[in-house]
């Protein structure tokens, strides 16, 4: 069964930067497509970008193209959302999900975490 357990949130003012951490537990890590999604209150979930089963391939949402970047490290089976420049809009509940390799990108994810809050002060 894989689980998925986030971490890095918080507070940041506008303008500053957070890493948000996400590890794999209980299946193969580079087994997996990961993506990263979050959902502002009273909005739908939209997808962040996400990562390749062996890194070599990216995709991001316009709205953070530039600022946030995606990486993973097999080793420590954790992939890693970094979001600098950040801005108001970005205040969201951030969550990690896994899709087994297969199409690129993935068109659904089959795990999901319990997700992490970002909150961008203005």
């Known amino acids: 069964q894989v689980q998925l357990v986030e971490s890095g949130g918080g507070l940041v003012q506008a303008g500053g930067s957070v890493r948000l951490s996400c590890v794999l537990s209980?299946?193969?890590?580079?087994?997996?497509?990961m993506g990263w999604f979050r959902q502002a209150p009273g909005k739908e979930r939209e997808v962040v970008g996400a990562?390749?089963?062996?890194?070599?391939?990216?995709y991001y949402a316009d709205a953070v193209k530039g600022r946030f970047t995606i990486s993973r490290h097999n080793a420590k089976n954790t992939v890693y959302l970094q979001m600098n420049s950040l801005k108001p809009e970005d205040t969201a509940v951030y969550y990690c999900?896994?899709?087994?390799?297969?199409?690129?990108?993935?068109?659904?994810?089959?795990?999901w975490g319990q997700g992490t809050q970002v909150t961008v002060s203005s």
């Open positions: 209980g299946r193969t890590f580079s087994s997996y497509s």
């Open positions: 999900a896994a899709e087994e390799r297969g199409a690129w990108p993935p068109r659904d994810y089959g795990y």
């Open positions: 990562i390749s089963w062996g890194g070599g391939r990216t």
